[in-house]
T-cell receptor, first 113, second 115 residues
Framework: SQTIHQWPATLVQPVGSPLSLECTVE??????LYWYRQAAGRGLQLLFY??????ISSEVPQNLSASRPQDRQFILSSKKLLLSDSGFYLC????????????FGPGTRLTVL | AQSVTQLGSHVSVSEGALVLLRCNYS??????LFWYVQYPNQGLQLLLK??????LVKGINGFEAEFKKSETSFHLTKPSAHMSDAAEYFC?????????????FGKGTHLIIQP
């Protein structure tokens, strides 16, 4: 069966510090991968998605970036965090022919102080 | 472009009462439809989905939803609410012919269960 991991689970970072969040998927090959953010009291905002290694599409211009160095690994980064980057970050994957069904990881709670 | 509207950011029901969470969509073609549930500080869990075939779809935890094309709706119901149903619920759609950017989500409905 497929599983998706995210780490760290929680993170507290000062403004201006770098960020690296990691997501890995097991039990499937060549998945589509997604990064979402949930700000407090708000819905889901799609940040990035990827259809393959090295292929990243950005939905929202901001100081975040994403990379996919391996088929089942998706990384969210920032060189300098802003207060507005605080939120709950979710990684998700979908398989080919899955009618768009996405399966979510447990999330990372990021607090920028 | 697709869009999803969830009526009511908060819905409160008594334990044992009917749960009804409303979802309407806008799409140029009949979409695939999804309901997800999110418990505090957790990821989203797929409750159920409609792709083709029978319009009444049964999911986990006793939930079901009915696709009504004429009303462009996909409302989520459960006959008898439990305290454990308290969570955030998201309706989502995908375009069968669309790209990998995937699902369009509604803004979510927070379900409150009163004892």
């Amino acid at each position: 069966s497929q599983t998706i991991h995210q780490w760290p689970a929680t993170l507290v970072q000062p403004v201006g510090s770098p960020l690296s969040l990691e997501c890995t998927v097991e039990g499937t090959s060549n998945p589509n991968l997604y990064w979402y953010r949930q700000a407090a009291g708000r819905g889901l905002q799609l940040l990035f998605y990827s259809v393959g290694i090295g292929q990243i599409s950005s939905e929202v211009p901001q100081n975040l970036s994403a990379s996919r160095p391996q088929d089942r690994q998706f990384i969210l980064s920032s060189k300098k965090l802003l207060l507005s980057d605080s939120g709950f970050y979710l990684c998700a994957w979908s398989g080919r022919g899955s009618h768009g069904t996405q399966y979510f990881g447990p999330g990372t709670r990021l607090t920028v102080l | 472009a697709q869009s999803v509207t969830q009526l009511g950011s908060h819905v409160s029901v008594s334990e044992g009462a009917l749960v009804l969470l409303r979802c309407n969509y806008s799409s140029s073609v009949p979409p695939y439809l999804f309901w997800y549930v999110q418990y505090p500080n957790q990821g989203l869990q797929l409750l159920l989905k409609y792709t083709t075939g029978a319009t009444l779809v049964k999911g986990i935890n006793g939930f079901e939803a009915e696709f009504k094309k004429s009303e462009t709706s996909f409302h989520l119901t459960k006959p008898s609410a439990h305290m454990s149903d308290a969570a955030e619920y998201f309706c989502a759609v995908s375009d069968p012919g669309g790209g990998a950017d995937g699902l369009t989500f509604g803004k979510g409905t927070h379900l409150i269960i009163q004892p």
